[in-house]
């Protein structure tokens, strides 16, 4: 009797120990490849260093030098410019056209929504080179359209366009990423609400405000703190676009910058901090977001 009970403990035990062993290999990868990166970025942003070899820990001194920096606002505001910019004509357009391709009377829904989606399987490399070529002074197309009134805009030499051009190259890639999860919400939504609405006399445009567009709160959330998130994560696009962020850093996002900074002037302190500022951007961007659309409540 003796024997069974310790048998059925030992069993017991191991069934308690087994379930760790299942998830072992996630949480070794995860402290590999992220929290071991993330602690040593950590402690790196408190030393200068130029390269793998020079270390002199200079304190809060990286982050004092950051906000000093003028490159780095520039650098702020044209991603900021970017993330605003993209979710203003963005989100208006996929939910247009997934509110289109939801409705009964369009034909050939299957093909069009895999057209709206297809720019997002490009790769963003290839994306940029095509309107490099589209945004282009002399043969571009869109220059060709403007020099028929008599005027040609320097979309990716002139300062004051090339935030517009890559605002405009983004939307095209993301806009139908983004309609998918519309319309994944629209068919969601029950119809007898839309019924009954309609027989309370309401009309398209108040059902669509009263009716639709609360249903939708949920991933009108999650749209805009991923576009946000992403845009704030920007890099290849205008790399590309505007080669290397040309001209007088007009095209220079946050990540970029810690680019330069990491790999080219070889400042590894200096890019981790721009790298922590960053993630404390985008942190506190999503828990105000989340805030304002209402996704945290308080009980």
């Known amino acids: 009797m003796k024997a069974a009970t310790v048998k059925s403990r030992y069993w017991h035990q191991q069934q308690k120990i087994a379930p760790y062993f299942f998830i072992a290999p996630f949480y070794i990868l995860f402290a590999i490849f992220m929290g071991y990166p993330l602690i040593s970025?950590?402690?790196?942003?408190?030393?200068?260093?130029?390269?793998?070899?020079?270390?002199?820990?200079?304190?809060?001194?990286?982050?004092?030098?950051?906000?000093?920096?003028?490159?780095?606002?520039?650098?702020?505001?044209?991603?900021?410019?970017?993330?605003?910019?993209?979710?203003?004509?963005?989100?208006?357009?996929?939910?247009?056209?997934?509110?289109?391709?939801?409705?009964?009377?369009?034909?050939?829904?299957?093909?069009?929504?895999?057209?709206?989606?297809?720019?997002?399987?490009?790769?963003?490399?290839?994306?940029?080179?095509?309107?490099?070529?589209?945004?282009?002074?002399?043969?571009?197309?869109?220059?060709?359209?403007?020099?028929?009134?008599?005027?040609?805009?320097?979309?990716?030499?002139?300062?004051?366009?090339?935030?517009?051009?890559?605002?405009?190259?983004?939307?095209?890639?993301?806009?139908?990423?983004?309609?998918?999860?519309?319309?994944a919400g629209l068919q969601g939504i029950r119809q007898e609400l839309y019924e009954a609405a309609a027989v309370d006399g309401a009309n398209w445009w108040q059902s669509f405000v009263h009716i639709t567009l609360p249903s939708l709160r949920p991933v009108i959330a999650f749209v805009v703190v991923v576009s946000m998130i992403g845009s704030f994560q920007l890099f290849d696009l205008p790399f590309i676009l505007t080669n290397g962020g040309n001209p007088s850093d007009s095209g220079t996002t946050i990540v970029m910058y810690l680019y330069k900074n990491g790999f080219q002037f070889m400042r590894l302190g200096y890019a981790a901090t721009i790298g922590w500022v960053l993630f404390i951007i985008i942190a506190a961007i999503s828990i105000v977001q989340l805030k304002l659309l209402g996704i945290f409540r308080e009980e």
């Open 41 to 183: 970025s950590l402690i790196m942003s408190f030393f200068e260093m130029r390269g793998f070899q020079s270390r002199i820990f200079v304190g809060i001194g990286n982050f004092a030098d950051l906000f000093r920096d003028p490159i780095f606002w520039k650098s702020l505001w044209n991603t900021t410019y970017f993330a605003l910019g993209t979710l203003i004509l963005q989100l208006p357009i996929a939910l247009f056209l997934a509110i289109l391709l939801n409705a009964k009377f369009v034909k050939g829904k299957n093909f069009l929504r895999l057209a709206f989606f297809t720019p997002v399987l490009v790769a963003g490399v290839f994306v940029a080179i095509i309107f490099n070529l589209i945004f282009d002074q002399r043969a571009g197309m869109i220059n060709n359209e403007f020099v028929l009134f008599g005027k040609e805009i320097g979309w990716l030499n002139d300062t004051r366009f090339v935030m517009p051009a890559v605002i405009l190259t983004g939307v095209w890639q993301w806009a139908g990423y983004n309609m998918i999860f519309f319309l």
